[in-house]
């Protein structure tokens, strides 16, 4: 789970440092959506895939999370984001599904499991183990 550009390219670093190659779910914090918006999480995203690029970390793969809210989330899917999550009690739901189909992309009904990060500096030398102990452990695609 990340909240910063910093966390970002902390994230895609470390993948690359244990090897991993398949595009790394960067979730939003949850209810991102409302706050956050899909403009600015993209942007962070994309600013810290450009902060990790010396190497050849893996792709980055925005999740912003938009709790219950179809709009947002029909708003994230035409701002490019590939993933959303959309919990499944929302009545649009399905609908809100059709539209991610029809964009070659994707909403969840629950985000993946994911280490928060926490609001912290990524440089913090905890903030890195944590993340380095759930990569680690993870098995390859989230």
Sequence with gaps: MVRSAEQVALALRTAE??????????????????WLGAPLF????AEGARQAAEGRPPAPLPVLDCRTAPGLALAALRAG?????LEP???????????????NAAIWPAPPPAVDLGPGRATAPRTHLRL????????PGG
Excluded: D, K, N, Y
């Design 17 to 34: 440092a244990l090897g991993r190659s398949e595009a790394l779910p960067l979730v939003s914090p949850p209810g991102a959506a409302r």
């Design 89 to 103: 009690e929302c009545p649009a739901f399905a609908a809100a599904e059709a539209v991610a189909r029809a964009l």
């Design 42 to 45: 993209l942007a962070m995203v």
């Design 132 to 139: 380095t102990r759930w990569l680690a452990a993870e098995e």
């Design 81 to 85: 984001l590939p993933v959303v999550v």
